[in-house]
């Protein structure tokens, strides 16, 4: 089993960057892909990008590419998020998951482990 925590949420004004991170433990990162979801009041949980477990592909909601990078560090156990240009409608919880298949997912189901979350907030 994995646990995963997420930390670097906050408040940040519409166009502004933030970065959030993902620290694993339990098991070696480097076992799973890894992936972003976020969710905003009212709404289902949305996929935003994942990360093959070398780092080598990546994949991104449409709603975020080009703004949004994911990352991993498996030495570290850590995955990251960097968030640039950031709009309102990004305001959510962010939950990092883990997935034992190969292939990343982009459907929750396809993660076996999650997160807390951490709350970013985007002022207009």
């Known amino acids: 089993q994995v646990q995963l925590v997420e930390s670097g949420g906050g408040l940040v004004q519409a166009g502004g960057s933030l970065r959030i991170s993902c620290a694993a433990s339990?098991?070696?990162?480097?076992?799973?892909?890894m992936g972003w979801f976020r969710q905003a009041p009212g709404k289902e949980r949305e996929f935003v990008a994942a990360?093959?477990?070398?780092?080598?592909?990546?994949y991104y909601a449409d709603s975020v590419k080009g703004r949004f990078t994911i990352s991993r560090d498996n030495a570290k156990n850590m995955v990251y998020l960097q968030m640039n240009s950031l709009k309102p409608e990004d305001t959510a919880v962010y939950y990092c998951?883990?997935?034992?298949?190969?292939?990343?997912?982009?459907?929750?189901?396809?993660?076996?482990?999650w997160g807390q979350g951490t709350q970013v907030t985007v002022s207009s």
């Open positions: 990360v093959s477990r070398s780092g080598g592909s990546k």
């Open positions: 998951a883990a997935n034992s298949r190969l292939v990343p997912g982009i459907r929750p189901i396809d993660y076996d482990y």
């Open positions: 339990g098991r070696t990162l480097s076992n799973y892909a």
